[in-house]
């Protein structure tokens, strides 16, 4: 993409301070999860389905974060030029984090669809149809990949002030991205928006 005439802006997070900030949205999504399903079920019933979690966790733990960056990963290539072959999937070490980067532009509002992703697909209908069903194992489930998407989350509450038609670039090595913004007179023609 072309960046000429066109201002670039940083907005990032350390990855120390995002995991701190997930460390307290643990507790409101639990209650926002728990809540719900206790109101229902009892104890019991989420106990049963707990130890089912607790006994498969790993297997559940290393599929939930597969499938967390394919969600990242599939909703970016809907919208990026070179479609899959955009995304780039690592871990960052030191944080024991992975993660997926689109390596082209996005729009704003296509940024969001696929930062979104995990977190309704993993998290929030997971925890929904546990709530209808009394799974304590999938309630575990919804409870643990929404915390996870607790980077997403501030990924998206960081995108709050931007129209959905700017451009974001995914930043290649912090938790966060580039807005650009285009210069006052390429955004206005005659008084009309483009």
């Given at each position: ?120 697909l993993l998290g929030i ?30 990924s998206l509450y960081m ?36």
């Amino acid at each position: 993409m072309d960046n000429v005439g066109k201002e670039i802006t940083e907005y990032t997070i350390g990855l120390g301070r995002a995991h701190l900030i997930i460390l307290l949205m643990a507790v409101p999504i639990i209650i926002i999860i728990g809540v719900p399903f206790f109101l229902v079920w009892d104890m019991d019933t989420f106990e049963s389905g707990r130890k089912v979690f607790m006994n498969n966790i790993i297997l559940y733990l290393i599929v939930g974060v597969i499938m967390h960056e394919m969600l990242h990963g599939a909703g970016w290539a809907l919208f990026a030029p070179r479609g899959i072959r955009s995304l780039k999937f690592g871990i960052h070490w030191k944080y024991l984090a992975p993660y997926c980067h689109c390596r082209e532009p996005l729009k704003v509002k296509h940024y969001r669809i696929g930062g979104a992703l995990p977190l309704f697909l993993l998290g929030i209908a997971p925890s929904l149809f546990a709530i209808a069903t009394g799974n304590g194992a999938l309630l575990s489930f919804g409870i643990i990949f929404s915390i996870a998407a607790g980077g997403d989350i501030i990924s998206l509450y960081m995108l709050r002030k931007f129209d959905g038609e700017s451009y974001i670039h995914d930043h290649p090595d912090k938790m966060g991205f580039y807005v650009e913004s285009r210069p006052v007179n390429d955004i206005v023609t005659n008084g009309n928006k483009k």
